[in-house]
């Protein structure tokens, strides 16, 4: 008799118990909730469709002159020459993320120094915002403090006052 019991509580904690354990359900939906219809295959194409136009929209921002030529040579034909001569002598530093991009096409050799330089940069922003955030914290406490001596040196002048 006593092994019936031990096999049937063994046997529920391995089907409910244990199921639950490893593979918890997850709460049921509120009274109030209205559950969707599944999308045909259409429709998941149309998703799959606009979510991979996105995903690559993202991606092109950064792609440059080498990897979609055509783009650039139509911006340059557009451009009047006077234009063109102003851009060429004009130049700018390259951007972090350009420096890290060529500097990626060199291999780790040019990468590392670059790297090096990002989180070089980094650090100094986060040293310099700490020295401003410590400074600034050093004249509150001051401003504080001489306010507190003001108000106990004014209380000290008025209580005299007080008890003549």
Request: overall charge positive; cysteine-free; proline content about 6%.
């Amino acid at each position: 008799m006593k092994a019936k019991v031990v096999w049937r509580k063994l046997r529920d904690y391995v089907r409910y118990d244990l199921k639950e354990i490893a593979f918890p359900s997850s709460l049921p939906d509120p009274p109030h909730f209205k559950k969707r219809r599944k999308l045909t295959l259409k429709e998941k194409y149309l998703v799959l469709k606009e979510a991979t136009r996105l995903y690559a929209a993202s991606w092109v921002r950064d792609i440059g002159p080498e990897l979609r030529p055509n783009e650039y040579k139509k911006k340059s034909e557009l451009e009047d020459e006077p234009d063109r001569a102003k851009g060429s002598s004009g130049e700018t530093e390259p951007s972090t993320l350009e420096d890290l991009a060529v500097a990626a096409r060199g291999g780790m050799e040019t990468l590392r120094p670059a790297l090096q330089r990002v989180y070089m940069t980094r650090a100094s922003a986060y040293r310099d915002a700490l020295k401003s955030f410590i400074q600034g914290y050093q004249e509150g406490i001051q401003q504080a403090m001489e306010k507190k001596d003001d108000s106990e040196s004014h209380q000290e002048n008025n209580d005299p006052k007080k008890s003549t």
